[in-house]
C-alpha cells in the first residue's frame, strides 16, 4: 500500500515586480519515494506542471538559502519565518514563487511522520527508484541518438 501526505497550498506567481497571482499547489510526498517532493502548480490556462527535488531541499530552503541549478528556495525574510520565495529555472526561463512558511513546515512535519528524515534509505526502494530512472535515462539516449 503505498502511503503519502497531500497538501495544497496557495502561493503567489510573481511575474514581475508590480504583477503576481496566487495560484494553487499541490505537494505531494510518497514514502515509497522517500527522497522527494513533488510540487503540482496549476497555472491559468495552461497544463498542471509537476517539479520534484529533494525534501532536504525544501526543508533546508525554509530557513537559508539553498539549492544549485534547476530549484532555488530561500526565505523571503531570513530575519522571520513568513514566507518563502522558490525559483525554478529550465534554460533561460525563469519563474518565481512565494509561499507562506507556515503550510510549507506543515507539511514537511506530516512527511517526517510517514519517514522521518534520515531514515528514507531503510524505509524506501531507493535502488528500485535508481534503476528505474537510469533505465529511463539510457533509453532516451538510445532514441536520441
Known sequence: MMREVLAEVMMSFLVSEELSFRIPVELTYRGDDPYAVHMTFHLPGDEPVTWTFGRE?????????????????????????????????????????RAGAGPLVAFLDRTDKLVPLGQERALGDFDGHLDEALGRILAEEQNAG
Open 57 to 97: 531541499l525544501l526543508l533546508d530552503g525554509i530557513n537559508t538559502p539553498t539549492g544549485e541549478g534547476d530549484v532555488h528556495i530561500a526565505p523571503s525574510c531570513p530575519e522571520e519565518l513568513r514566507g518563502v520565495h522558490i525559483r525554478l529555472q529550465v534554460g533561460g526561463e525563469r519563474a518565481l514563487f
